[in-house]
């Protein structure tokens, strides 16, 4: 653990050193990432040596606080969930330094101290051997990230998404301290040593479900997600890649963390993660699908695939109660995968978005177009981060997605059991309609903002980053070549953590893995061949275009002689036929002005949609805490008297509360 604690003080060295820098912003803004991105590199040596290695390395240390310990451990599945977390921190803190130039006029040192916390707190939940540590460190991730959220808190909706997103993080956080109540009154202990199996029955499906609201809440789960959109877009772009690449892991990782706890699954724990899972699926895609907002819709995408990831945990979790190793090796390696995946490609993909919100100052999508043609790097690196979060061969999100699909399939050869049959049948259908959405989804995001006519002038002014903000984004383009054409090798990376988690031996992981060998080779050497193929055609036609003169028109005027930006798609057209289809759950509203006379006025239509779970649902919740938080500015007084008043009140009720617990 030595090199992992090496890692965490290079990081948090590198907040506090940003912090003190705040006056030069050049100096802090260095610092700040550098300090961070040292520390990640750092901290992604020890994690991918305590994976490979196969050994466990941990800490213990007494602590002073009640029921705590300084507990720390790096098992497989902790080291796995490590290195997507320090990998993307590292790149995201690299392309930081870049963004945050564009942000001069403010004070860039309390941004980097709480990014760099963000990290450091992230990387204790998931090495935390403690109840009250996982807790505190827990705590201090929703608050890092909260005031991130409020970055340009001088905009009300700024204001709005950070008052949702600290609600929903509490709630969800109450659950968890009642969960982990439960866990620690079976056990007898905090320490997650004492954790293993010691739930009854009775009480393991009551922690299940407080775990899985707690976490879902972090995760995203629909109909949990409701912070996600809104805080998503707020944050400054490399943080909304680490929220949405990372943070949301930490709910996964928790979900997984109880389900090694409870030892022995129920099957209904499993039908309820791919129901949920196919629901966060699928709506997650259409919300996505009926947003104008690049970075809302990165986040509604996040929400879908949040949800794969949940059903693939379900049918891990329906292999381990009905006792089918492959199915539950299959499932949770499956989950696994798709979660470095979409650490990768959402992170590529929220890197572009804030590339060209850097340089055009709006994420509407119908103000954009023709990018392609102006940031032609940002463009292919958006482009290939579409392509792989699309499950489209030969990048890594078809091999992650390949995974799970055949975990349905074998789910659905066992005919003798009909919950396993039934569950890999919802999956499978499931997975089939969320991938034909998410082509729907970036056709629309890649197409209307990066091909075509600019829009507006602000389209018009884009152009390619520096180097600190392209390598990064290169670097992820990359990695979802590697981890696509890679995937035959995934025994060796998921293996361990997922045997882990099911309760197998590592070994009788493998061998469940080893069964499916030849289509995960089949579907590489494809996968490279389609590679190679694209490279040959690009490479014959820059051959066949070198030394001619090239002629470059407007895209396609259908011989009209005046064509205009306007006369293109727009996002909301493009997208009508699908939300007039699901008309009665996406609920989408239009405001039409047409024209009227000989001589007509200008138009106008305006369509977006309505977040059913967030206008139904949730909007009373929030309204209300709104409401009871301006209540409750009455107390401020600025009378000292009634300071001392409530100071002395609340030490009172704390003693009582302890004495009566003592007692």
Same mark, same amino acid.
């Given at each position: 653990?030595?090199? *992992? ?59 002073? +606080? ?45 941004? @980097? ?22 807790? +505190?460190? $827990? ?57 293993? #199996? ?7 499906? /009551? ?26 877009? %707020?944050?400054?772009?490399?943080? &909304? ?25 129920? @099957?209904? @724990? ?32 996040? /929400? ?27 499932? *949770?390696? #499956?989950?696994?995968?798709? /979660?470095?995946?979409? &650490? ?41 981060? &579409? ?68 829009? &507006? ?80 055609? $690009? ?61 007509? %006025? ?5 369509? @977006? ?25 009455? /107390? ?28």
């Amino acid at each position: 653990m030595t090199l *992992f604690f090496i890692s965490l003080a290079v990081i948090v060295g590198g907040a506090l050193a940003a912090l003190a820098a705040s006056a030069n912003n050049r100096i802090a803004n260095f610092i700040g990432s550098a300090g961070c991105a040292a520390g990640c590199a750092l901290g992604l040596y020890a994690a991918v040596d305590a994976l490979f290695s196969g050994e466990a390395p941990s800490f213990h240390a007494p602590w002073s +606080v009640p029921y705590g310990s300084l507990s720390f451990s790096m098992d497989p599945l902790s080291a796995f969930f490590l290195i997507p977390l320090f990998g993307l921190c590292m790149a995201a803190a690299v392309y930081g330094a870049g963004y945050m130039a564009h942000h001069a006029d403010r004070r860039l040192g309390p941004p @980097w101290f709480f990014y760099n916390i963000l990290v450091a707190a992230m990387a204790i939940v998931v090495t935390a051997g403690n109840g009250v540590l996982f807790l +505190v460190a $827990w705590e201090v991730m929703s608050i890092s990230s909260f005031i991130l959220v409020m970055f340009d808190h001088s905009q009300a909706s700024t204001r709005r998404a950070g008052l949702i997103y600290i609600v929903a993080a509490h709630l969800g956080v109450a659950f968890l301290f009642a969960m982990f109540i439960l866990l620690g009154g079976e056990a007898g202990s905090l320490d997650f040593d004492t954790f293993k #199996g010691a739930a009854s029955p009775a009480a393991a499906g /009551v922690i299940f479900t407080l775990a899985l609201i707690g976490f879902g809440s972090k995760a995203g789960f629909m109909p949990f997600h409701v912070w996600l959109p809104e805080a998503h877009p %707020a944050a400054p772009s490399h943080v &909304s890649a680490v929220m949405s690449g990372v943070m949301i892991k930490m709910g996964v990782y928790g979900l997984l963390r109880v389900i090694y706890f409870l030892d022995q699954p129920q @099957w209904w @724990w499993g039908a309820a993660l791919i129901f949920i899972g196919v629901v966060s699926g699928v709506m997650g895609a259409m919300l996505a699908l009926g947003e104008n907002d690049m970075k809302r819709l990165l986040a509604y995408s996040s /929400v879908e695939n949040m949800g794969i990831i949940a059903a693939a945990m379900g049918l891990g979790t329906l292999g381990m109660a009905t006792h089918t190793h492959t199915v539950a090796a299959l499932g *949770f390696g #499956g989950a696994l995968y798709h /979660v470095i995946n979409h &650490s990768v490609f959402k992170g590529l993909l929220f890197m572009g978005a804030g590339t060209v919100l850097a340089n055009t100052h709006t994420q509407n999508i119908s103000l954009l177009g023709g990018i392609m043609k102006k940031a032609p790097l940002t463009g292919l690196f958006f482009a290939v981060g &579409s392509v792989a979060i699309c499950g489209l061969p030969p990048l890594n999100g078809f091999m992650g997605e390949l995974l799970v699909y055949m975990a349905a399939f074998t789910g659905i050869k066992e005919v003798s059991n009909k919950i396993l049959m039934a569950g890999g049948v919802v999956t499978l259908a499931g997975l089939a309609m969320i991938g034909g959405l998410a082509v729907a989804v970036f056709t629309k995001a890649f197409g209307m903002a990066f091909l075509g006519e600019a829009r &507006s002038e602000k389209a018009a002014m884009a152009h390619d980053p520096g180097r600190l903000m392209t390598w990064p984004m290169g670097a992820l383009a990359a990695m979802t070549l590697v981890l696509g054409l890679g995937a035959p090798l995934t025994p060796h990376l998921l293996a361990a953590p997922a045997g882990l988690v099911a309760g197998f031996d590592p070994s009788h992981v493998k061998e469940a893995f080893d069964s499916m060998a030849l289509p995960l080779y089949g579907a590489a050497i494809v996968s490279a061949a389609l590679a190679l193929f694209l490279f040959i055609a $690009w490479a014959v036609r820059q051959s066949a275009l070198k030394g001619k003169q090239i002629r470059r028109a407007v895209t396609w005027d259908c011989g009209y002689a005046a064509p205009k930006a306007t006369m293109q798609y727009t996002p909301s057209s493009f997208a009508q036929p699908f939300t007039g289809y699901f008309r009665a759950i996406l609920r989408p509203v239009s405001k039409l002005e047409i024209p009227d006379g000989y001589f007509p %006025a200008k138009g106008s239509f305006t369509g @977006w949609i309505v977040d059913v779970c967030d206008k139904y649902v949730f909007a009373g919740l929030f309204s209300a805490v709104g409401w009871t938080i301006a209540k409750l500015q009455k /107390v401020k007084t600025f009378r000292a008297n009634v300071y001392i008043f409530y100071t002395t009140g609340a030490i009172i009720a704390l003693f009582a509360i302890t004495f009566g617990f003592t007692r």
